[in-house]
């Protein structure tokens, strides 16, 4: 067996690899002595049948199959040994017509090859770092929203800003009713609100969903993961309730943050400030990573094999599809082909490492600092330990925690590498500036 490479241009090249019978033959004789010992043919008891017969049934499609797990094997070890860097899959061509009655055969692999990269870290026009504030109208907004949270929940005859529904809902594609619940203040469409306050009179109502919430997890709680153009549908009022909030007194303080711990509302609210602004830091830290990686794509600038990729995604789609839809494709998911070499690039130049007992000792300081949120101060070893390992046998979790340990580490970098400049800004225009992005 011989394999070669052949590169067409920087960005493509052609793996050939060439294999004789002779490179096979041992797996072929072992083949054919099995289907021996197992064959059944018509004047011939099984296991008896004459190796003859048997090679001249099955002796060409068992070196066609042992060739092309060979040739399969060898191209990925040779892939590997070599070190060469490529994109997609290798896409075999000229590989239809092969006499598999000969003694040589020849295997053609088209390859798009990973191009090199020089990162380009931004350092002209700085990006903004933000240190997001929890300022004294979002903290009020905040406690009214505990304060409703913890409140007691009342039946009612009148519609008011408090009102919370139980209602049933059914539209096209759904087939069963559906029970929802939600809240007057959730509602945005001025004409919803109107028929709602007729609830007294009538308890079914004809809606769509055309600017019916402010918020998107609203609409994802009412319809699910369903395409956003408008959605008629019918809503059956079952239950209507008034949320009455509760008192900002001893109670509410050390149910919120624990027996003692706060005694004012001047503490309430500062706990609640720091609390936040703790929290915002994550989101801050994200949107940083987020706009330097924007920045880094803009700036680093390298070709791809997009011929290669196009012709990879037209002959490895699911569903059939034509070359322009394939061109189509990949304009799409070009963008995060960039990130993914730049991220590699970054992972490679600065060594950076994630192993197995770097994610389990995440995940178990992790677990430690949530049981500390709840009050569980002393949790066994063996306790500690059964959550660690009911975690790490999570596949997804172990992605997932794996991730976040690359991100922090790229944030690192960034910090390092990236030219940047800090601003404070209230959490309400943070929002509005991440909608804008």
């Known amino acids: 067996m011989n394999i070669t490479k052949r590169e067409q241009s920087k960005l493509n090249a052609v793996i050939t690899i060439e294999v004789s019978t002779k490179d096979v033959e041992k797996n072929v004789e ?17 296991g008896n049948i004459p190796i003859s017969v048997i090679e001249k ?28 860097k ?18 040589n055969f020849i295997f053609n692999f088209e390859l798009g090859l990973s191009p090199k990269i020089n990162l380009k870290f931004p350092n002209r026009k700085p990006i903004t770092r933000y240190n997001i504030l929890a300022d004294d109208n979002f903290i009020n907004q905040e406690l009214i ?14 519609v008011s800003s408090s009102s919370e529904f139980l209602a049933s809902i ?45 918020d998107d997890n609203a609409f994802l709680r009412f319809f699910g993961d369903v395409p956003k153009s408008p959605i008629n549908f019918k809503l059956f009022v079952k239950e209507h309730n008034q949320r009455i909030p509760c008192d900002l007194n ?18 309430c609210k500062k706990e609640l400030k720091n609390n936040y602004e703790n929290h915002f830091k994550n989101q801050s830290k994200q949107k940083f990573l987020n706009d330097m990686t924007e920045r880094l794509i803009d700036n680093t600038k390298f070709s791809l094999p997009k011929d290669f990729l196009v012709k990879w995604l037209f002959k490895t789609s699911k569903n059939k599809i034509t070359m322009d839809e394939a061109a189509s494709e990949y304009l799409k998911i070009e963008k995060g082909i960039r990130y993914q070499l730049i991220e590699s690039s970054i992972i490679e130049e600065n060594k950076i490492e994630i192993s197995t007992n770097n994610i389990k000792a995440y995940v178990r300081e992790n677990i430690e600092k949530q049981m500390l949120i709840y009050g569980r101060k002393n949790i066994s070893e063996i306790e500690l330990n ?12 172990v992605k997932r925690v794996y991730s976040q340990i690359l991100n922090e580490k790229i944030y690192e970098i960034f910090n390092e590498k990236g030219k940047f400049k800090s601003k404070s800004i209230s959490y309400d225009n943070f929002i509005k500036i991440s909608k804008k992005n």
């Open 386 to 397: 059964n959550i660690v390992k009911r975690l790490m046998d999570n596949q997804d979790e």
């Open 250 to 267: 001893q109670e509410f303080f050390d149910k919120i943050f624990g027996g003692g711990k706060v005694k004012s509302i001047k503490d």
């Open 145 to 158: 929203k505990l304060q409703k949270q913890y409140g007691k929940i009342v039946p009612s005859n009148e």
């Open 57 to 84: 049934k099955y002796k060409t499609a068992v070196i066609a199959d042992e060739v092309n797990k060979l040739v399969n094997s060898s191209l990925q070890k040779y892939l590997e040994t070599e070190k060469i």
């Open 30 to 46: 072992i083949v054919l002595k099995n289907y021996r010992k197992e064959a059944s043919l018509p004047g011939f008891r099984k």
């Open 86 to 103: 490529f994109l997609g899959n290798p896409i075999p061509f000229d590989n239809e017509n092969i006499d598999w009655k000969s003694d």
């Open 170 to 214: 059914t539209y096209d594609g759904n087939e069963n009713n559906k029970d929802v619940t939600f809240s007057y203040e959730e509602i945005k469409s001025k004409k919803v609100k109107k028929e709602l306050n007729k609830i007294n009179s009538i308890k079914e109502f004809n809606f769509s969903s055309k600017s019916l919430f402010y």
